[in-house]
């Protein structure tokens, strides 16, 4: 069980919110009863640099998600991160369509263990069976052991 940013904060999310949020799990006794992901959903990265790597807004996440992932592990905890299967996010930031490899590298380096993929701005056409297998190869090159939460809202009925 765990928790996710979007329906508290949408947008509106940051760094200080993800770390009060986790620490809230263990002096609640969340953590205890059974509560272990932390999951920062949309809206974290702002571009892609020269290599295709994915940027987090500095302003919202000044030290980085590798450190916010680093913090809630040091809490006994695990930690959850989004992105979506198509050319952007359901808010219009870089997904991992042409990226794939490259954004689970990264996820993986961050120490992600969660990973809730989206069903936004894919090309028209594409289902989720032909583009699902792709994330999931991506995925699991890399190795470390990510729980894969899919979305396609509906669409292949």
């Known amino acids: 069980m765990g928790w996710n940013s979007w329906n508290e904060w949408g947008c509106n999310i940051g760094e200080a919110s993800v770390r009060k949020v986790a620490e809230v799990f263990v002096t609640r006794g969340l953590k205890d009863a059974g509560y272990k992901y932390v999951n920062v959903d949309d809206c974290v990265c702002i571009g892609r640099n020269t290599n295709g790597t994915l940027i987090v807004d500095p302003v919202k996440f000044p030290s980085g998600i590798k ?30 369509w ?60």
């Open 67 to 96: 450190a916010l992932a680093d913090y809630v592990h040091s809490l006994g905890l695990l930690f959850g991160f989004y992105t979506d299967a198509g050319l952007k996010t359901c808010a219009g930031r870089p997904g991992l």
């Open 98 to 157: 042409g990226y794939d490899n490259i954004d689970f590298n990264t996820f993986a380096e961050w120490g992600v263990d969660y990973i809730k993929v989206d069903w936004c701005n894919v090309p028209s056409g594409t289902t989720p069976e032909q583009r699902y297998p792709v994330v999931r190869d991506a995925l699991l090159a890399t190795k470390r052991p990510i729980f894969f939460s899919v979305c396609e809202w509906g669409v292949d009925k």
